[in-house]
C-alpha cells in the first residue's frame, strides 16, 4: 500500500507540473505578497481576555490546546467562529504589555473552512526586537535558500477595534506545511520540544521516558510508534566512527541539518539545537525518501538576541563553535569530528558568508522592510521598544542588542576572516534548495521516472536547444549537457539531487530521487 500510495503521489505531483503550471502552494497568497494583511479579531465575550488567559495556564499545566471562538476578518474576508487562543513561553509570559502573541485556527470549530488554504496560523508578538525584522528576515533566508522553515509576513492586529500592534505572521507546521513540502504528509512528524523543556537533545535512551518528555508526536498520534526517532537517536549515538556517516545517511537527510546548521551560527540564531537551547525544532520521517528530514522552528533570536557575551563576543563566534556540553547535541559533535559532514558544514557556511550574508545583500532587504512597516511600528503603543529605539537598531546596537546592519558587517567580516584560515574562500553559491518539489517557466516539459535508479529522461516539446545542469544538495555541479536527453545517473549515491534545465531565458527545476 506504502508503494502505491507513493506512486499515485508523484502521478498526481507531476500532472499538477504539466504544460508548466506550477504547483500551487497553500498560503502563497498571505506569505509571498509584500504588503501588510489587516487582521480584525471581534470577541463577543465580554470576558474574552480573562477566558484567553486562563486557558492559557491551563493548557501549560496539562499540555492540552483550548481555544475561545471569534469572528476574524483579514483583509475584508470574514471567518465566522475562528478559534483563538494565547501561545508561546518567554513572549507570552515576559512581554511587558497585552500584545500576546496568537494561534488562530480556521477549522477548529467549522471543519474544512481556511484561509488561503491554511487551516491556521501563529501571530508572533517581535518579542525582544526592536526592529520588528529579526525573525522575517532569517526565515525569508531560509526560504530563499530552499532549507525547510515556515514562511512569514506582517500584519496589523486589531481586536474589536482597537489597533493591537503589527505582529509577524508564521505558517504552521503542520500537515499542511508537510504536504507542500514534501508531496506526501502521512509520516511522522516530531516537534523538538516538550513544554517548556529544552532537552531533545537526539540522545538515545533504553527507556520511553526521555523521549516522551522532551519530543512531541504531531501526527500519527493513534498508531504512537516512535521506534524510527528512537533508531534514529540510536544511529547517531551507538555506531562506531567508521559506520557513522553511512549508518546516519541511512535515516536522514542530513543536509537538511547541516544547511540549517551553517544558518543557525552564521545568523547567530542561538536558541536552537546546536547552541544554547536543545529545542525548536521538527524532524519529519519523509515517506517517500524514507530519512528524516530537519525543519527550523522559532527564529526569533536571529542575529545575535538573546545571548549572553558582549556584542563583540557575539559577532566573532567561531564557526566551529558548538555550545557545551557537546555531548548534548550528539549530532553536531559527531559531524564535526568526521572530516566529510565537517566539510560539508564548513562549504554550506562558505557558500552563504560569500554569497548570501553580506551588507550588499541584506541592507537592502532591510531598507525595504523599514520603509514597509515604519508607519505601522510607529502607531504600536503596545510594543516593547520606542519608535528611536527601532530607527536606531537597525543600524547600530541598542544597549545589549546588536544592530542589524553593524551585526552584518562585522559578522560577515569575522566569518569570512575565519574560513580563509581554515582553507575555504569563494565557495560558490549553492543553487539547488531542498523544500522547493518544482519550479517552471519552461512549458510542456517532463522529466521520469522520477525516481530512477539509472537514467531519467528529458522530454521537451519545444525544438530549442537547452542545457541540463545536475547539482546535489550542497549546489556541487555534478553533469552538465547540452541537448542530451537521457543522463546517466546510476553512477550516483542514493539521495536527493536538482536538475536545472535552461533553454533560451527560461528555465526550470525539479528535484530528482536516485533510488
Known amino acids: 500500500m506504502k508503494i502505491i500510495a507513493f506512486l499515485f503521489a508523484l502521478f498526481l505531483f507531476a500532472a ?27 470577541f463577543s465575550q465580554a470576558n474574552y481576555w480573562t477566558q484567553l488567559q486562563n486557558n492559557k495556564s491551563f493548557d501549560d499545566a496539562n499540555d492540552t490546546s483550548t481555544y475561545i471562538p471569534a469572528t476574524v476578518i483579514i483583509n475584508g474576508i470574514s471567518l465566522d467562529s475562528v478559534g483563538i487562543q494565547f501561545k508561546g513561553n518567554s513572549s507570552y509570559y515576559n512581554y511587558p504589555s497585552n500584545k500576546k502573541p496568537f494561534t ?24 525582544q526586537d526592536p526592529t520588528f ?31 493591537w500592534g503589527l505582529y509577524l505572521m508564521v505558517e504552521r507546521v503542520n500537515k499542511t506545511f508537510l504536504k507542500d513540502r514534501f508531496i506526501l504528509n502521512t509520516g511522522n512528524l516530531f516537534k523538538g520540544d516538550r513544554g517548556t523543556s529544552a532537552c531533545a537533545y537526539l540522545t538515545y535512551y533504553t527507556g520511553m521516558t526521555n523521549y516522551y518528555n522532551c519530543y512531541e508526536l504531531k501526527t500519527n498520534e493513534t498508531a504512537n510508534d516512535w521506534s524510527d526517532l528512537i533508531d534514529l537517536t540510536y544511529q547517531i549515538n551507538n555506531t ?11 535515516v536522514m537527510n542530513t543536509n537538511s541539518f547541516i544547511g540549517a546548521w551553517a544558518a543557525y551560527n552564521l545568523f547567530i540564531d542561538f536558541d536552537s539545537y546546536p547552541y544554547r537551547f536543545v529545542h525548536n ?31 563583540s563576543q557575539i559577532e566573532n563566534t567561531s564557526v566551529l563553535y558548538l555550545e557545551s556540553p557537546q555531548s548534548n547535541r550528539p549530532l553536531c559533535q559527531r559531524m564535526l569530528a568526521d572530516n566529510i559532514y565537517k566539510d560539508s558544514y564548513l562549504k554550506y557556511v562558505c557558500s552563504f558568508a560569500n554569497n548570501d550574508f553580506l551588507p550588499s545583500v541584506l541592507n537592502p532587504k532591510i531598507d525595504s522592510l523599514y520603509n514597509r512597516i515604519k508607519f505601522y511600528v510607529y502607531a504600536d503603543a503596545m510594543k516593547m521598544y520606542s519608535n528611536t529605539d527601532f530607527d536606531n537598531n537597525i543600524n547600530a546596537p541598542n544597549g545589549s ?28 553559491q549553492i543553487i539547488a534548495g531542498i523544500s522547493k518539489n518544482n519550479s517552471s517557466d519552461i512549458q510542456n516539459i517532463t522529466i521520469f521516472p522520477n525516481p530512477s535508479a539509472n537514467e531519467i529522461t528529458i522530454n521537451l516539446e519545444s525544438p530549442k536547444q537547452f542545457e541540463a545542469a545536475l547539482y546535489n544538495a550542497l549546489g556541487e555541479l555534478l553533469i552538465k549537457v547540452m541537448d542530451q536527453k537521457q543522463i546517466n545517473i546510476s553512477g550516483l549515491p542514493s539521495g536527493i539531487y536538482y536538475l536545472n534545465i535552461k533553454q533560451g531565458d527560461n528555465f526550470y527545476s525539479q528535484k530528482i530521487i536516485r533510488e
Open 16 to 42: 499538477s507540473n504539466l504544460n508548466g503550471q506550477s504547483q500551487s502552494t497553500a498560503g502563497d497568497d498571505l506569505f509571498n505578497a509584500d504588503i501588510i494583511y489587516t487582521i480584525d479579531i471581534n
Open 104 to 127: 488562530l485556527s480556521f477549522n477548529e470549530y467549522l471543519p474544512g473552512q481556511e484561509y488561503d488554504n491554511l487551516k491556521s496560523i501563529n501571530l508572533n508578538n517581535l518579542y
Open 133 to 163: 525584522m529579526r525573525e522575517k528576515l532569517f526565515l525569508d533566508f531560509l526560504n530563499e535558500k530552499g532549507l525547510y522553515a515556515p514562511r512569514a509576513n506582517y500584519a496589523r492586529l486589531y481586536i474589536n477595534g482597537s489597533y
Open 240 to 250: 562506531t566512527n567508521a559506520q557513522f556517516r553511512d549508518s546516519v545517511e541511512a
Open 281 to 311: 525544532y521538527y524532524l519529519y520521517h519523509n515517506p517517500i525518501t524514507n530519512k528524516f528530514e530537519w525543519i527550523v522552528w522559532d527564529a526569533s533570536t536571529a542575529f545575535g538576541l538573546d545571548v549572553p557575551g558582549t556584542i
Open 401 to 428: 542588542i546588536p544592530g542589524l546592519k553593524s551585526f552584518i558587517a562585522n559578522r560577515s567580516t569575522s566569518v569570512l576572516n575565519e574560513l580563509a584560515s581554515l582553507g575555504y574562500t569563494g565557495c560558490p
